[in-house]
């Protein structure tokens, strides 16, 4: 019985991440890339913005705040695990999709997010609450839509957010640390629990401290192995480019999977990575203290960036320019991504495992946060206040659990939320795709004439 769950899970998969999925996800970054005028090119003056305060903005958090909990999100196992999943499953070339999936999904992240502060709503408490059902219902009047999305994500985040995160930590621990996966459950349900009953503000606060150290440590360490790894570096760029394409063999032991599966794995990581078209980044956005939608769709955009093409593409390199020097890793056996990415890691003498096993833990945890928030959006979107107290019950209760669940089936079981997530979220962007790009005018229109006429004096 059990079997046949598991195949029909697999096949569910396997159509909804069909042509038709790729289609409709790369399709929509490249259609708002171009409908934006490339905004991709501000992300200098989108970085900028992500460290300076507006004070005169209406929100519950900093813009960096919200960047930081949207950031905690996404840079997670799919970072280190996922980008390993993708390279065997999808061969080498799975690294380029996942990276071409980055590059223009910041089109489609900063339209997400502009749409989700501008038909933002405050509560009677004082709370910013937005997001794409929010986007649906006050933009689209397709309130059907919105209640969706949001029973989508509040359930993705049990997968995507908890279960998934929480799974790859008891591994690393166990497997690094000789601790206990029913301990470290328990231990990880008891430290968020602390967090999440907190609101936002909690959560912010400890993402921002968290992220940017995580963030550091994990580029640092992986420059270091790259430098280790300095005359494979220039052959795995040729081999990822070319089995992106075409199926093979490499030296090393590389072995392609032809192109689509290179494009379905590739694209299906670089979205569980950075959630561009997920619609989950911009519900922490809308929380953000912000002037106008396009400045915060602005910082929002960067967390792609950072997390899809920098860090995802230094793991990428990490893995393959590790297999390429230790043939030994015998990749045309290996189907599962955190044994290809623990013996990658390993081939580098303490100093690599420690690199997997801090960022792991602390990429993960930093997930498990910022999902409870996104979680609890959804939720109380389509059930109240009154269902906020048993999510959070719930969601501790299923990071406490995780450890004993079978991973593999867990990411299956994400991948499938994650597209029913982004279908009504990307309807949303494509329809008021007018009212995003008439925003943008509005307040970048000048910034072309004129690149170093700062923000803020547009704005006033």
Known sequence: MLDTIIDMINQIDKMVWGWWMIILLLGTHIFMTVRTGFIQRKIGKAIRLSVTKDLDGEGEVSQFGALATALASTIGTGNIIGVGTAVALGGP???????????????????????AVKYRIKTKDGRMQGGAMYAL????????LGLIFAFM???????????????????????NLHIAPAMVGITVAVLTALVIFGGIRSIAKVCEKLVPFMAAFYVVGCGIILGLNFDFIIPAVKTICRLAFTP?????????????????????????????????????????QTRNPVRQALVSSTGTFWDTVVVC??????????????????????????????????QIPIFGPLILVVGIISFAY????????????????????????????LYILVAAAAPVVSLNLVWTIADI????????????????????VSETKKYIHDLDKKDDTPIEAIER
């Open 366 to 393: 930093s997930t498990v946060l910022g999902w409870a928030y996104y979680g609890e959006r959804c939720v109380e979107y389509f059930a109240g206040r009154k269902g906020l107290v048993p999510y959070r019950i």
């Open 417 to 436: 939320l994650n597209a029913l997530m982004a279908i009504p979220n990307l309807i949303a962007v494509l329809l008021l795709s007018n009212v995003i």
């Open 93 to 115: 070339g799975a690294v380029f999709w996942c990276w071409i999936t980055g590059v223009f999904g910041i089109a489609t992240k900063y339209s997400e997010s502009l749409i």
């Open 313 to 346: 593409l230094m793991t990428g390199l990490v893995l393959v320019t590790s297999i390429m020097k230790n043939p030994a890793i015998d990749m045309g056996n290996i189907t599962d991504g955190g044994i290809l990415t623990t013996l990658a890691f390993q």
């Open 153 to 175: 994500g509040g359930f993705a985040s049990f997968g995507i957010g908890c279960a998934t995160q929480v799974n790859a930590i008891a591994t690393v621990c166990e497997e």
């Open 248 to 288: 093979g063999a490499a030296a090393g032991g590389l072995v392609g999977r032809g192109i689509m599966m290179a494009m379905q794995y590739g694209i299906a990581r670089g979205l569980f990575s950075n959630e561009s078209g997920l619609g989950s980044a911009p519900i922490a956005a809308a929380a953000a």
């Open 137 to 144: 219902e006050r933009g689209l009047n397709m309130r059907w």
